[in-house]
């Protein structure tokens, strides 16, 4: 089941500089995309929402941008931080799902460097 | 801020063994949710429950597998009889509306 795929399984990213992480779907039903961001040891961390009636959303240094008619989505993150490194996770419901369970990406590991 | 809170934090157990992990969601949500991830794979859902029930559950919860919430604040998942392929780790989830909020999981071996 690949309704949801993060190709980029690593990112190495300057601090101070952007990073970029790309998600795509492939269930036109999903409406609610979030972003999740997980540390070694602990459970995954909200970070960020988008419903399907926007297109992008900005929470201080992060930004999601939902792309429907591609049925993509990136999380921007500006400037980056070393303690932004972590493994991030994309993930959709569909509105047809009343009990809103989550489909997850395979999630993308971001190393931020000095 | 309240957070989700699973016990314990790693289970080792023989194979056809029962298990039961813990978990105490927020404590205002109404949904509650279990997820494993097995080493290298994808965050997966399992179960979903509401008003005290199960509200959708995925292929992988067979008759194996059930959720109680016992008490009104604790939320269980109990494996009846353990498999090798059933180590993984194990997350709750709750929420009110959106998002959900996870608790750090418990890591169940299979021996």
């Known amino acids: 089941d690949q309704q949801v795929k993060q190709n980029s399984p690593s990112l190495s990213v300057q601090e101070g500089r952007i990073s970029i992480l790309n998600c795509d779907y492939t269930n036109s039903m999903f409406d609610y995309f979030l972003w999740y961001k997980k540390y070694p040891a602990e459970g995954p961390t909200f970070l960020i929402s988008?419903?399907?009636?926007?297109d992008k959303n900005e929470d201080g240094r992060f930004t999601v941008f939902l792309n429907k008619s591609a049925k993509h989505l990136s999380l921007h993150i500006v400037p980056s931080q070393p303690g932004d490194s972590a493994v991030y996770f994309c993930?959709?419901?569909?509105?047809?799902?009343?009990?809103?369970?989550?489909?997850f990406g395979a999630g993308t590991q971001v190393v931020v460097t000095p | 801020e309240p957070e989700v809170t699973q016990t314990p934090s790693h289970q080792v157990t023989q194979m056809g063994q029962e298990v039961i992990l813990r978990c105490v969601p927020i404590?205002?949500?109404?949904?509650f949710y279990w997820y494993r991830q097995i080493l290298g794979q994808k965050v997966e859902f399992l179960v979903s429950f509401y008003n005290n029930e199960i509200s959708e559950k995925s292929e992988i919860f067979d008759d194996q597998f059930s959720v109680e919430r016992p008490d009104g604040s604790n939320f269980t998942l109990k494996i009846r009889s353990t498999k090798l392929e059933d180590s993984a780790m194990y997350f709750c989830?709750?929420?009110?509306?959106?998002?959900?909020?996870f608790g750090d999981g418990t890591r169940l071996s299979i021996l």
């Open positions: 989830a709750s929420r009110l509306s959106q998002p959900q909020h």
């Open positions: 988008i419903s399907s009636i926007k």
């Open positions: 404590s205002n949500h109404l949904y």
């Open positions: 993930a959709a419901s569909a509105a047809t799902d009343s009990w809103g369970k989550l489909q």
